[in-house]
């Protein structure tokens, strides 16, 4: 558990902002107090962090999200996902410890969910794939295939 913070009391939880803790602080391995909420806290203390200006995306949220066992899980995946965040980050590819964590198992948030045998979770990440990837416009003046209009050089 992160120092000044309750995950599983709300009131105290609101006791340690209300004097003065940084619920934005960021350890080495990027890991914020809002990370290890959205693994283990109640989703009513996760909406206390983000009441208090929390930053979704800074701690690699989807990531603890991914191993969250709780029976709100799905419910709060689909919150996230609400937030817009990249579905397909690999752990730390933005952090300037991404080469010292890169031996730590790194992977996107579907490898921490199917790696916890959350196949739940699993399903919901491969249809927000399906469902981003056919949201991206086709280049068509960069197909090749049967029916293409351009060649290859």
């Given at each position: 558990?992160?120092p000044?913070?309750?995950?599983?009391?709300?009131?105290?939880?609101?006791?340690?902002?209300?004097?003065?803790?940084?619920p934005?602080?960021?350890?080495?391995?990027?890991?914020?107090?809002?990370?290890?909420?959205?693994?283990?806290?109640s989703?009513?203390?996760?909406?206390?962090?983000?009441?208090h200006?929390?930053?979704?995306f800074?701690?690699?949220v989807?990531?603890?999200?991914a191993?969250r066992?709780?029976?709100?899980?799905?419910?709060?995946?689909?919150?996230?996902?609400?937030?817009?965040?990249?579905?397909?980050?690999?752990?730390?590819?933005?952090?300037?410890?991404?080469?010292?964590?890169?031996?730590?198992?790194?992977?996107?948030?579907?490898?921490?969910?199917?790696?916890?045998?959350?196949?739940?979770?699993?399903?919901?990440?491969?249809?927000?794939?399906?469902?981003?990837?056919?949201?991206?416009?086709?280049?068509?003046?960069?197909?090749?295939?049967?029916?293409?209009?351009?060649t290859?050089?």
């Open positions: 558990m992160d000044g913070f309750s995950y599983h009391d709300a009131d105290l939880t609101m006791w340690f902002l209300a004097h003065g803790a940084n934005n602080q960021r350890c080495g391995k990027d890991r914020t107090t809002l990370s290890t909420a959205f693994q283990v806290a989703f009513e203390i996760i909406q206390k962090l983000l009441e200006g929390v930053d979704v800074q701690g690699q989807l990531h603890y999200a191993r066992r709780l029976d709100d899980r799905l419910q709060v995946l689909d919150f996230l996902l609400e937030k817009g965040l990249p579905i397909n980050n690999i752990m730390f590819l933005y952090s300037d410890d991404y080469y010292a964590n890169m031996f730590d198992g790194i992977g996107t948030p579907l490898h921490y969910a199917a790696d916890a045998g959350l196949l739940d979770l699993s399903n919901i990440w491969l249809r927000e794939e399906r469902q981003q990837e056919s949201e991206i416009p086709q280049d068509e003046s960069l197909s090749t295939g049967p029916n293409s209009t351009t290859r050089p």
